[in-house]
């Protein structure tokens, strides 16, 4: 018999790695609307789902 499954357990999968420029038109494909292209890429960002390389590498990118 097998253990039971932990609902609460999460998939670790690692970060996405791209340019600043690549994610937002990748975003910029499903909408036209430029405050949620922003608020869609800070959350990505923020969650760690994705980690920019090229000259953001590293940059610590926080919305006005």
């Known amino acids: ?13 690692p970060a996405v790695e791209t340019t600043l420029l690549e994610l937002v038109r990748a ?9 949620e292209v922003v608020a869609t890429v800070m959350e990505m960002l ?10 953001f590498r590293g940059s610590n990118l926080d919305a006005a």
Request: negative net charge; contains cysteine; glycine residues 6%.
């Open 46 to 55: 923020h969650s760690g789902r994705v980690r920019l390389c090229g000259s």
């Open 1 to 13: 018999m097998s253990a039971p499954i932990d609902r609460t357990e999460t998939l670790s999968l």
């Open 27 to 35: 975003v910029s494909e499903i909408t036209s609307d430029d405050r």
